[in-house]
């Protein structure tokens, strides 16, 4: 169902998602009741931008309501074009769908705007946005993993569940959706770009490889969604778990590394000092 259907504001404010998919046998009544908590926190939020409440979103996971944001891009000619046989415009065959369906997987990502920021000029990292994130609130905190830790757990409860994108087809007239993400994966291992086009301009987001995304046609079986559960979800997220160190085994401690280039690192206090620093990318190797 999407939003624009249920919404009550008159189109003042921006949605704060795209639509909700829901279990077929769901009860009339508790669908109703999700979508007055939709439109009384967006009614009664401030500002252009309609926010709904953590509370709402966990009402609506409970009852198996997942809501979802959908980005829309162009493929562009010729560069996205070039991994099939040059029958763009023509009929075009099955084996050159998937070469185009794969290079989009390969090439693209999934994205989302961070919840307490979404223009920076100065933020190109999730270090950076780490850093914005404790200046605004004026905090420094000493355990630096349990902080990250925290605005893990802040970004994954204010997110919606599931996130997709569409690729228009211009030369063919058609749209390709290669999958979709539940909202987990991006804290997991998460990752903070600019997305380079004038229209993005300072804009900042989390983003996920779309390799690593799941085919739109399994979402009615997929056990992310039928088994969902936040508290599960928790301890998948960045930081949740202390990893442990590659050489020796033992438990690494992260530390906040500051010069030129301003970073996170993992430190083992009992290797020696060639063995001392990991870098994250090092353990974290998906999506970083």
């Given at each position: 169902?999407?939003?624009?259907?249920?919404?009550?504001?008159?189109?003042?404010?921006h949605?704060?998602?795209?639509?909700?998919?829901y279990?077929?046998?769901?009860?009339?009544?508790?669908?109703?009741?999700?979508?007055?908590?939709?439109?009384?926190?967006?009614?009664n939020?401030?500002?252009?931008?309609?926010?709904?409440?953590?509370d709402?979103?966990?009402?609506?996971?409970?009852?198996?309501?997942y809501?979802?944001?959908?980005?829309?891009?162009l493929?562009?000619?010729?560069?996205?074009?070039?991994?099939?046989?040059?029958?763009?415009?023509?009929?075009?065959?099955?084996?050159?769908?998937?070469?185009?369906?794969?290079?989009?997987?390969?090439?693209?990502?999934y994205?989302?705007?961070?919840?307490?920021?979404r223009?920076?000029?100065?933020?190109?990292?999730?270090y950076d946005?780490?850093?914005?994130?404790?200046?605004i609130?004026?905090?420094?905190?000493?355990?630096?993993?349990?902080?990250?830790?925290?605005?893990?757990k802040?970004?994954f409860?204010?997110?919606?569940?599931?996130?997709?994108?569409?690729f228009?087809?211009?030369?063919?007239?058609?749209?390709?959706?290669?999958?979709y993400?539940?909202?987990?994966?991006?804290?997991?291992?998460?990752?903070?770009?600019?997305?380079p086009?004038?229209?993005?301009?300072?804009?900042?987001y989390?983003m996920?490889?779309?390799?690593?995304?799941?085919?739109?046609?399994?979402?009615?079986?997929?056990?992310?969604?039928?088994?969902?559960?936040?508290?599960?979800?928790y301890?998948?997220?960045?930081?949740?778990?202390?990893?442990n160190?590659?050489?020796?085994?033992?438990?690494?401690?992260?530390?906040?590394?500051?010069?030129?280039?301003?970073?996170?690192?993992?430190?083992?206090?009992?290797c020696p000092k060639?063995?001392k620093?990991?870098?994250i990318?090092?353990?974290?190797?998906?999506n970083?």
């Open positions: 169902m999407a939003y624009d259907k249920i919404r009550r504001d008159n189109f003042n404010k949605a704060p998602f795209d639509g909700i998919i279990r077929k046998d769901i009860s009339a009544n508790i669908l109703q009741s999700a979508i007055d908590k939709v439109n009384n926190d967006v009614i939020s401030g500002g252009n931008t309609g926010i709904i409440t953590v709402t979103r966990k009402y609506m996971e409970r009852n198996s309501i809501t979802i944001e959908i980005k829309s891009s493929l562009r000619y010729p560069r996205d074009y070039r991994c099939i046989n040059g029958d763009v415009e023509v009929t075009r065959s099955n084996d050159n769908y998937i070469r185009l369906c794969e290079y989009v997987k390969n090439y693209y990502d994205f989302v705007y961070p919840h307490f920021c223009d920076n000029q100065n933020i190109t990292s999730f946005y780490t850093r914005y994130v404790r200046d609130n004026n905090i420094n905190p000493l355990n630096k993993q349990a902080f990250v830790y925290s605005l893990m802040q970004e409860d204010n997110a919606c569940d599931i996130y997709t994108r569409v228009f087809d211009l030369r063919r007239n058609e749209i390709l959706v290669p999958g993400i539940v909202k987990t994966r991006f804290f997991e291992e998460p990752r903070i770009r600019k997305m086009s004038p229209k993005s301009k300072n804009a900042i989390y996920y490889h779309m390799q690593y995304g799941k085919s739109i046609l399994k979402i009615d079986h997929d056990e992310d969604l039928l088994s969902w559960n936040r508290f599960t979800a301890p998948q997220l960045f930081c949740a778990n202390i990893p160190c590659p050489y020796c085994g033992k438990r690494l401690r992260m530390v906040e590394a500051k010069g030129r280039n301003n970073k996170f690192l993992y430190v083992c206090d009992w060639e063995y620093w990991t870098e990318t090092d353990i974290y190797r998906t970083r």
